[in-house]
């Protein structure tokens, strides 16, 4: 009878014992939840501001130049030439991204982003794809034949989400 007992006390003792205090754990999972969710300024991640040189073209879907396009590179903003060519010769940008924008009524708006070189030129090309291919009119069926020989038929019985018609 004592050596059941002494087993059941060592048995009871060894649980105690080996037992871990799980609150730590706890703290650093929790931790770990706040770090992922906190929100990242990428920025910081950019690199400080630099001067940079950049060179460009901006065409259609063609490959046509396109004049008067907006470019912004930076805090510089400028103007495609007749043939479709843009130079910012002292942008500031961060020195491991830059983000290129270019803008023209009638196109969907273009973008580049590169990690710009502060003793080359940086070059690019961007191609603007024009932002209207038909426009079709509510309740009449329409046949739309895309440059690429691509043909959409639309019904044209239109309604909103709550069911009311679409003029």
Same mark, same amino acid.
């Given at each position: 009878?004592?050596?059941p007992? #002494?087993l ?11 037992? %871990?205090?799980?609150? /730590? !754990? ?5 931790a770990?939840? #706040?770090?992922?969710? *906190?929100p990242?300024?990428?920025? #910081? ?8 040189? &950049?060179?460009g073209?901006?065409?259609?879907? /063609?490959? /046509?130049?396109?004049?008067?396009? *907006?470019?912004r590179?930076?805090? =510089? !903003?400028?103007?495609?030439d007749?043939?479709?060519? &843009? ?6 940008? &961060?020195? %491991?991204? @830059?983000?290129?924008?270019? #803008? %023209?009524m ?5 973008s580049?982003?590169l990690?710009?070189?502060? =003793?080359? !030129? $940086? ?5 603007l794809?024009?932002?209207v291919a038909?426009t079709?009119?509510?309740g009449? @069926?329409?046949?739309?034949n ?7 038929? &639309?019904?044209? /019985?239109?309604t909103?989400?709550?069911g =009311?018609?679409? $003029?």
């Amino acid at each position: 009878m004592k050596k059941p007992l #002494e087993l059941l006390c060592c048995l009871l003792l060894l649980c105690m014992f080996s037992c %871990k205090n799980d609150d /730590n !754990v706890i703290l650093q999972q929790v931790a770990e939840e #706040e770090q992922r969710l *906190t929100p990242i300024n990428f920025e #910081e991640n950019f690199g400080s501001s630099v001067t940079a040189c &950049f060179l460009g073209r901006v065409v259609d879907e /063609n490959n /046509n130049p396109l004049q008067g396009v *907006t470019i912004r590179i930076g805090t =510089t !903003v400028t103007t495609t030439d007749l043939f479709g060519t &843009f130079t910012a010769s002292s942008s500031e940008v &961060f020195e %491991k991204f @830059a983000y290129i924008t270019a #803008e %023209k009524m009638g196109y969907i708006k273009g973008s580049r982003a590169l990690a710009p070189s502060t =003793t080359d !030129v $940086n070059r690019m090309e961007i191609m603007l794809l024009e932002e209207v291919a038909a426009t079709i009119t509510s309740g009449e @069926a329409t046949m739309v034949n895309l440059s690429n020989g691509t043909e959409v038929s &639309f019904a044209g /019985n239109y309604t909103r989400e709550d069911g =009311t018609p679409h $003029n």
